[in-house]
Structures are given as C-alpha cells and as structure tokens.
C-alpha cells in the first residue's frame, strides 16, 4: 500500500520521510519547482538563530534521496476517488522544460546568462530579477535551472530558443502529463499557507513608500546570499531606525482574519534581533498588541531582544504617512488608550498568515471541510491531524498557522495516524 503526500514544505517532508522510513512507498506532489516551502526563504530559526538552510537542505535531500519517495515537483493533484485504503489518484505534472540529466551547473550558468528576459524573482520577493530560465534558490531541490513558460519568449511568439543553444538540456517539446496511481492507501494534506497582501489595508501606504516593506522582505535582505547580500538597504541607504508593525492582517476582523497568526511576534523578535546585529547604533522599536512568546525557549529569547535596546510599545496600527524621508506609523496605546507616532526611516509590516488561495479547489477534490477563515477543518479540536474524511490527513499551517517546529510535529503525527490506518487495512 502507498500514501500520498500533498505539499513540500516542513511538514509534507516529515510526514513523507517517517512514512517511507516505515517501509511505504510515497508520492509527494509539490507545487512549485523546489521542495522546501516557504520556509526556505527564511535564514535563521528562532529562538535558536541557527540557520534553516542547515536544517531544511539535508530533509530535503533525503526526502528527494529516498529510494521509496517519488517527487513530482511543478505539479497537482487533480482528481481523488475511492475511499481510505484504496484511493485511486491524478496528478497533473506540469513541464519544466529542462532535462536535468542532460544539463549542469555550469550548462544552467550559461543558459541563464544569454536568456534575454527578466522578471521580479518571486523567492526574494521582487527585491531582484531572475531569467525566464533559472534557478528556483541557490538550494533548490531538484536543483538546476527550469523554465517558466509564462515569461519565456519561445512560448510567447517563437521569437527565442537561445538556452537550447548552450544547454544539452533544453526540450521545448516537453508536455503536460497526467500520472495515475492507485492502491493508495491514505493521503495526508499539508500544503501551507499564503501571506497577507498589506495592500488590502491602503491605510498602511505599504504600495506608496519603499521604506514600508513586509517582514518577508525585510528577511530577504538579512540573507547574506539573497538580493542584498544581507545588507538592510532601502532605497539606497541603510536605516538608522526601524520600526517593526505587528499583527498585520491577523486579530483583524475587518480584512476577515481574526485569528493569530502565531508566528509574527517570535520571527520579529529574530529580525528585530538581527537587525540590531547589523546595525548595532539603529533605534528599533516594535509596535504590539500583546506579545505571544508560548513555545520553549521563546520568553527567555524575548527578554533577550529587549536586553537589545529594542524598544517595545503596545500599539494597534491605524495609519502609516510619510513625512520627508521618514515614514511615520500612527498607533493606539491599547493599555493607556491614547494614539501615538514612531517617526521611522523603515516600517516593517509584520504580515499574518493566510490560508492558500487554492485550498477551495483542493478540497473540493479531496472532499473536505473549510472552516470560516479557510484553512482546513480537523476531526476535533482533540485531534488535529484527522479530517472527516476517513484516510485523509491534515498537517502543517493548511490546519492552522503555527511555525516550523510544530510544523514537524503535526507532519510526523499525521504520519503515525496515515501508517495506523493502512496497518489495520492490510489486516
Ligand atoms: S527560450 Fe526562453 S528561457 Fe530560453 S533564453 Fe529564450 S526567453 Fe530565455
Ligand atoms: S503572533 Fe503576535 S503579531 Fe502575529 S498575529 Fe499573533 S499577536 Fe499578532
């Protein structure tokens, strides 16, 4: 009996991983080019500050090393029928365009550099360009370059095919595929989450002024490899005071999310942290509603960030104007209710999380439930791994925000859940 796993981000991987080390074959469908998730795009863990690379990379490597996983990368799941036990599964396998057998790193350079066109690189958040040919981030697993058709000008007008030039590896011809599997035995769903757009909240001037960005920006920047080479530059210069804007997009039932996003508070406290490090003579100041440092360690990393000089104030945001070249948050003092001004060279808009745009078609497929908010709906709030659907699973922010560690957790238990069941089918 084989389980389907849909998502390759923290929990899709573990969950894949203690499924196949127990002796199942498993298909894990990921999205996008690369294995990794969102995580991949954040440098340092809290409260740990050591690096996710150091993590995410090796789980990567042995999930796609695995001789009982098959990866399809770049590809959906399209359709589900049959029942816990014996699911019968389509999945859309989208064309890369790139034969990584046929090509290397050096044959990648080289089809990068004479591609003609360029586009907002979606990894560092449009802080810099990529090729229509590239490579998704610099540990992208599978790694090597693929070929994003939408802005490639061969399939635009014919008018390019310069890479098949320089690189053994280019097939234009390849198609969309439709694999089916069956004898699947159980499916577990972990497939993210989105972002808050801070454009929904125009109050905030997040699209009017370069020195109002997303925190995930912000953690492009601190990357020593990424768009910056880890410097904090905003339109040229380097901030010499920032202010940190929390729950934006979460605990807010005006843009529908009233939930806490879980994460913000803690992934401040680092970036704040790190920025201090950066820029040991900045002034930093977080505005907060209240501060939610619940997993271990995250207390004492708090205190820490203050030990820092970072200055902490409770504040709701209500409005952001510029003023010059500083940018000034607005803020309601909620304990001594009273509004109050941070004059700033940079805001750092600590966006919520949301579920998938995409998770109504998923669940439409699979047959499950959506709460009001969107994420996926568990058995009962005692088992957060089961769904309704007997045989299908649910783990990782698809549930419910949460960060990367109880991520991990959620995926090995929907594992132990997804392995219990297909035992007591096969007996
Ligand atoms: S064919 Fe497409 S990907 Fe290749 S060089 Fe031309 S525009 Fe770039
Ligand atoms: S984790 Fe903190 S910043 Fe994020 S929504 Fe909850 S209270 Fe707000």
């Known amino acids: 009996m084989k389980s389907l796993v849909i998502g390759g981000g923290p929990a899709g991987l573990q969950a ?11 298909y894990l469908v990921e999205q996008c080019f690369s294995l990794g998730g969102r995580a991949v ?44 036990g014996n699911f019968k599964v389509k999945v859309e396998k989208r064309p890369t365009y790139v034969n990584l057998e046929e090509c290397n790193d050096e044959s990648c350079a080289k089809a990068m550099d004479v591609c003609p066109v360029e586009v907002p690189n979606e990894f560092n958040v449009g802080l810099d360009k990529r090729k229509a040919i590239f490579v998704p981030f610099s540990y992208s697993v599978p790694s090597g370059c693929v070929i994003d058709e939408k802005s490639c000008l061969h399939f635009k007008d ?3 095919s310069k890479c098949s030039e320089v690189c053994g590896g ?17 499916i577990i769903v ?19 002024y370069k020195n109002v960005i997303t ?13 910056t080479k880890g410097k904090i530059i905003v339109d040229g210069k380097e901030p010499k005071s920032i202010v940190f804007a929390h729950c934006i997009g979460s605990r807010d039932k005006k843009v529908d999310n009233p939930y806490c996003s879980r994460i913000c508070c803690m992934y401040t406290a680092k970036e704040a942290y790190m920025a201090k490090e950066k820029i040991p003579d900045a002034t930093i100041a977080v505005s907060y509603i209240d501060m939610r440092a619940f997993g271990k360690g995250y207390e004492q990393f708090y205190e820490e960030v203050q030990k820092k000089q970072v200055l902490y104030r409770r504040g709701v945001a209500a409005e952001i104007y510029g003023n010059g070249d500083k940018v000034v948050l607005r803020a309601e003092d909620t304990l001594l209710s009273e509004p109050y001004e941070f004059s700033t060279d940079l805001i750092v808009l600590a966006v919520g999380v949301e579920p998938r745009s995409d998770s109504a078609k998923l669940a439409k497929v699979l047959g499950l439930q959506l709460d009001d908010c ?5 058995k009962n709030v005692y088992d957060t791994c089961e769904t309704e659907k007997d045989g299908v699973f649910i783990a990782g922010c ?10 991990l957790m959620q995926g090995s238990a929907a594992a132990a859940k997804a392995i219990g069941l297909m035992q007591r089918c096969n007996t």
């Open 398 to 407: 698809c549930q419910g925000p949460k960060d990367i560690p109880d991520s």
């Open 158 to 160: 014919g008018s390019c």
């Open 215 to 227: 925190s995930l920006e912000f953690e492009r920047m601190l990357d020593e490899n990424g768009p």
């Open 374 to 378: 969107g994420f996926f709906v568990e």
């Open 41 to 84: 795009q954040i440098v340092k863990n809290y409260p740990s500050l050591t690096f996710i690379k150091d993590f995410m990379k090796p789980l990567m490597d042995d999930v796609y090393n695995h001789e009982k996983i098959t990866v399809f990368t770049n590809s959906e799941v399209i359709g589900v029928d049959g029942e816990a």
């Open 170 to 186: 280019i097939n234009f011809d390849e198609k969309k595929e439709t694999v089916e599997i069956d004898d699947i035995g159980s």
């Open 190 to 208: 972990a497939t993210g989450f989105d972002l808050f757009d801070p454009n929904l909240r125009p109050e905030l001037a997040y699209d009017k």
């Open 16 to 26: 894949s991983l203690d499924l196949a080390n127990a002796g199942y074959d498993v």
